[in-house]
Antibody, heavy 120, light 107 residues
Framework: QVQLQQSGAELVKPGTSVKLSCKAS????????MNWIKQTTGQGLEWIGI????????SYNVKFKGKATLTVDKSSSTAFMQLSSLTPEDSAVYYC?????????????WGQGTLVTVSS | DIQMTQSPSSLPASLGDRVTITCRAS??????LRWFQQKPGKSPRLMIY???NLANGVPSRFSGSRSGSDYSLTINSLESEDMAIYYC?????????FGAGTKLELK
C-alpha cells in the first residue's frame, strides 16, 4: 500500500536551515510527482511546490522561491525539502502529498506531516 | 494566482442536516478542483476529485457539483464523523491554491 513517511518534528533557531524528508513506499517513486504543502493556523494550506522524482524537475510557488528547495534521492525513494533562513513565520506543519497516476489518486496520499517550530 | 474564495468559514449544523460548502474560482479552472476533509491532528483526506467524483472509500452522502466558477461540496444527512474542516484545492495551474477552509461543527 502507498505510504509517505515524513521525518520527525524539528525545533530550530531563527536564521538556520532544516531539511525535511518524505520516504515513499508501495509504489514506483519515480512515476509520481510529489507536492509539498505548508499548513499554519493563520494562513491555512499553502502549496509550496512540486518535484518530478524521475527528472528532478521542480516548480515552485513564487512565495516560497528562495525559501524552499525540493530534491529527491531515488535510491532511497525519498523526497526532501530544505527550508532556509528560517523565521518564526516558517513555523508550521509541512506535508508531502503524492501527485500522479490516475486522477483519482492525485493528492490521495499524504504524509503525516512534520511540525517545524522556529524559536530562539 | 488563482484565488479560491471559500464560504462559509464556519458552518454550525445538526446531525441529519444537509449542508453545502462553496468555493468560487477567480479564473477558469475547468474541473481541476478537489475537496479535502481534515480532522484535528490528521492529514487532509481527499473526498472529491474532478469537481464531481467521489474519491475511494468516501461515503455516498458526499457529493460535488459545479455551476460556472462555483464549486460545491454537499453532505446529505450529516453524521458526527463528518465534523471537520473542509478545504477546496484548484490544481489547474501553478501555484495550486486552496480555499481558506470551512469548519463544520455541531449546532
Amino acid at each position: 500500500q502507498v505510504q509517505l513517511q515524513q521525518s520527525g518534528a524539528e525545533l530550530v533557531k531563527p536564521g538556520t536551515s532544516v531539511k525535511l524528508s518524505c520516504k515513499a513506499s508501495g509504489y514506483t517513486f519515480t512515476s509520481n510527482h510529489m507536492n509539498w504543502i505548508k499548513q499554519t493556523t493563520g494562513q491555512g494550506l499553502e502549496w509550496i511546490g512540486i518535484i518530478n522524482p524521475g527528472s528532478g524537475g521542480t516548480s515552485y510557488n513564487v512565495k516560497f522561491k528562495g525559501k524552499a528547495t525540493l530534491t529527491v534521492d531515488k535510491s532511497s525513494s525519498t523526497a526532501f525539502m530544505q527550508l532556509s533562513s528560517l523565521t518564526p513565520e516558517d513555523s508550521a506543519v509541512y506535508y508531502c502529498a503524492r501527485h500522479g497516476g490516475p486522477p483519482s489518486n492525485w493528492f490521495a496520499y499524504w504524509g503525516q506531516g512534520t511540525l517545524v517550530t522556529v524559536s530562539s | 494566482d488563482i484565488q479560491m474564495t471559500q464560504s462559509p468559514s464556519s458552518l454550525p449544523a445538526s446531525l441529519g442536516d444537509r449542508v453545502t460548502i462553496t468555493c468560487r474560482a477567480s479564473q477558469d479552472i475547468g474541473n481541476y478542483l478537489r475537496w479535502f476533509q481534515q480532522k484535528p491532528g490528521k492529514s487532509p483526506r481527499l473526498m472529491i476529485y474532478g469537481a464531481t467524483n467521489l474519491a475511494n472509500g468516501v461515503p455516498s452522502r458526499f457529493s460535488g457539483s459545479r455551476s460556472g466558477s462555483d464549486y460545491s461540496l454537499t453532505i446529505n444527512s450529516l453524521e458526527s464523523e463528518d465534523m471537520a474542516i473542509y478545504y477546496c484545492l484548484q490544481h489547474n495551474e501553478y501555484p495550486y491554491t486552496f480555499g481558506a477552509g470551512t469548519k463544520l461543527e455541531l449546532k
